[in-house]
């Protein structure tokens, strides 16, 4: 079955970086674009960034734009998310999330999600 | 970027209550439309994907429709498990955006 295991979160400070995993198995990592999304404590989704399955296209939100890479290692069925100069706004869960569709440029639905990672950014 | 809209924030319902649930697009999306439950503690999970169909495994109950840029999900006879917050996303571009949320609770 699909599972997604997101790690990497915790506490840092304003500035500072931070890298997130998701480690992805049953599927063919290869073959699915991934998301990040993230959730400000009692807040809504918030999209962050997404790369296609084949790893030729980023896109981010204008929130994290500049500061937020995303990427993903296929030898390691991993997607990661590195975050640099930290803001107390981008307190919040992050979540990793399956595109639904295979081999499929663009946005799309998330059918598959882990069970998130918190960061929390503070001095 | 493409801006999401819901209404209502939130709704006060009852067992066995239909419920409808409105996404609105600041711009046209086609039928780039998905549906999402979250439980409080919890991942979302897919409900409704290209504006009107089923995920495998969700119950029939939900149905989405619309199409440009107005959207509804639709629950018939609300179910105990139904209480939770529903999230409305376009996939009609990127960046993908999603709504404000719309919490269904007692």
């Known amino acids: 079955q699909v599972q997604l295991v997101e790690s990497g979160g915790g506490v840092v400070q304003p500035g500072k970086s931070l890298r997130l995993s998701c480690a992805a198995s049953?599927?063919?990592?290869?073959?699915?674009?991934m998301d990040w999304v993230r959730q400000a404590p009692g807040k809504g989704l918030e999209w962050v960034a997404g790369?296609?399955?084949?790893?030729?296209?980023?896109n981010y939100a204008d929130s994290v734009k500049g500061r937020f890479t995303v990427s993903r290692d296929d030898s390691k069925n991993t997607l990661y998310l590195q975050m640099n100069s930290l803001r107390v706004e981008d307190t919040a869960v992050y979540y990793c999330a399956r595109v639904s569709r295979a081999r499929f440029y663009g946005a799309g639905s998330l059918g598959y999600w882990g069970q998130g990672t918190l960061v929390t950014v503070s001095s | 970027d493409i801006q999401m809209t819901q209404s209502p924030s939130s709704l006060s319902a009852s067992v066995g209550d239909r419920v409808t649930i409105t996404c609105r697009a600041s711009?046209?999306?086609?039928?780039?439309l998905n549906w999402y439950q979250q439980k409080p503690g919890k991942a979302p999970n897919l409900l409704i994907y290209?504006?009107?169909r089923l995920q495998t495994g969700v119950p029939s109950r939900f149905s989405g429709g619309g199409s440009g840029t107005d959207f509804t999900l639709t629950i018939d006879s609300l179910q105990p498990e139904d209480f939770a917050t529903y999230y409305c996303q376009q996939s009609y571009t990127t960046p993908s955006t999603f709504g404000p949320g719309t919490k269904v609770d007692f």
């Open positions: 790369i296609w399955y084949d790893g030729s296209n980023e």
């Open positions: 290209a504006g009107s």
């Open positions: 711009q046209s999306i086609s039928g780039y």
């Open positions: 049953g599927f063919t990592f290869v073959s699915y674009g």
